[in-house]
């Protein structure tokens, strides 16, 4: 049975879905002003994963990850670059596209944006208005009343009366309470805005991801996910939000994944210190960078380096030279991997013992592949299966293993020295074949030579 660390409860718990064999999930998805960077690669691979997972284990799932298309970075970047702030968005969200097609993640089956669900959120504001929960102090604002939830801080462990010491209310604000905070702000000059009951404005972040996650999933939902920094205050204010607007719990669980970090801190835009995905990838095989993602387990953190990527890419390598010279077969034989596999990611999605798991069974088709192909080649085709799971080793072994070649060797000269090679092993000219070998190495080619020929890589 699959268990789910569950932040609210700070324990695994057996996954039961509210509703049969039905699974609904939310994400909290990007802020698009930027393009996305590795931080963001780590909370899309890591729900992805999620989503893979409980699809290969039967479940109907789906799967929400929204937009923020309108906040504060936002109107602040569309006013730098001197364009709509709907043209910065439509530009940023094609590239997200287009980053997570080349890292292999699966898109969402829904993906709503904040600026088309205002009419929702002004109905939830107004439900907590009438309910004492928010209040609009009449200069264009509307605040919710965070004192007034009994059950504010209950995801993060935080206590109110903690949260009140050193809290302050900004010039400008109109809050009864430091901790209160926005659902609904005042038009000011310049910006984007809406019509409202309470005037022109645009929603507060908090509110766009309660009104989203209802109004595609239903009041009570199974996971809701997202990076450990939104743990507080977004997630924590989405609870007190919903659950006072619907009476009702809000998600069965919760899922956090880990940050990517350099040198110890968090990457993020605001410290400086990222990297975007496309100028990862621009050094790294797409593959190599997700490899380095789903290796680790989502809720620990990364430490990005490029010694980690070397192992990454690494790891894959030995992978796709077990794959290499194989026919493409059906899985067939290896079940004892397969239970420890299932095992592994049925453990709070366990990926860590997974890749261990893929390790172990590309030792077992490498000791095979000299005395029983067949055999092989049915293993190799379960490490295929198992590595989809993971969202890799599904190119071609020569694909991967010679990515990157174009431009630095010509694939044809290198074919034909590897030929001329061979038919001077094959005459006994020793000297000859060692001299073209060496000419290869100068190129940066390097031979492996097995029972099944001759095959060739660039080298590192």
């Not at 999930?25 to 729900?47: I, K, P």
């Not at 080349?102 to 088309?116: G, M, Y």
């Not at 420890?340 to 172990?360: K, S, Y």
């Not at 694939?411 to 060692?434: F, H, M, P, T």
Request: hydrophobic content about 35%; charged content about 25%; some cysteine.
């Amino acid at each position: 049975m699959l268990t789910i660390y569950n932040t609210l409860t700070k324990t695994k718990e057996p996954f039961k879905p509210l509703d049969g064999n039905n699974v609904r999930m939310y994400v909290c998805g990007m802020t698009v002003y930027d393009y996305c960077h590795l931080g963001h690669g780590r909370s899309m691979v890591a729900f992805d994963l999620a989503t893979r997972w409980l699809r290969k284990s039967g479940y109907n799932l789906t799967y929400v990850r929204n937009i923020t298309d309108i906040d504060d970075k936002i109107i602040n970047r569309a006013n730098e670059s001197g364009e709509t702030f709907d043209a910065l968005t439509a530009r940023m969200i094609d590239a997200m596209h287009e980053d997570e097609r080349r890292l292999n993640i699966l898109p969402p089956d829904q993906e709503p944006r904040a600026t088309d669900h205002i009419a929702g959120m002004h109905a939830m504001i107004q439900t907590l208005i009438d309910k004492g929960y928010a209040y609009a102090p009449g200069n264009g604002d509307v605040y919710y009343r965070v004192g007034k939830f009994v059950g504010y801080g209950k995801l993060s462990r935080k206590k109110i009366e903690d949260l009140r010491i050193g809290a302050r209310i900004e010039v400008g604000e109109a809050k009864q309470d430091p901790l209160d905070f926005v659902l609904w702000k005042g038009v000011k000059p310049g910006e984007p805005s809406w019509e409202s009951p309470w005037g022109h404005g645009r929603p507060g972040w908090h509110i766009e991801c309660s009104v989203m996650s209802t109004c595609c999933l239903g009041e009570s939902f199974d996971i809701h996910g997202g990076g450990s920094d939104l743990e507080f205050p977004h997630h924590e204010n989405e609870i007190a939000q919903s659950e006072a607007a619907t009476g009702k719990p809000y998600a069965n669980a919760w899922m956090h994944c880990g940050m990517i970090r350099i040198n110890g801190e968090k990457m993020s835009k605001s410290l400086n210190n990222f990297f975007t995905i496309r100028d990862v990838l621009e050094k790294y095989h797409p593959e190599v960078v997700r490899y380095l993602l789903v290796a680790s387990h989502y809720r620990s953190a990364i430490n990005y380096s490029e010694d980690s990527l070397r192992d990454a890419k690494g790891a894959l390598e030995r992978f796709y030279h077990a794959l290499r010279g194989l026919p493409r077969v059906p899985a067939s034989g290896g079940d004892a991997f397969v239970e420890r596999f299932t095992a592994a990611m049925n453990d709070d999605f366990g990926t860590p013992e997974a890749c261990a798991v893929l390790f172990d069974l590309v030792r077992e088709i490498n000791r095979l592949r000299e005395s029983d192909v067949s055999a092989a080649a049915g293993l190799a085709g379960r490490l295929r299966e198992l590595g989809d799971v993971l969202g890799v080793l599904q190119l071609e072994a020569d694909d991967f293993l010679r990515a990157g070649a174009e431009g630095k060797v010509d694939a044809a000269q290198v074919e034909g020295l590897i030929q001329a090679r061979l038919q001077a092993r094959a005459d006994k000219n020793w000297g000859e074949s060692d001299r073209i070998r060496d000419q290869l190495t100068a190129m940066g080619v390097v031979l492996e030579d097995s029972k099944g020929g001759t095959t060739w890589r660039l080298a590192d």
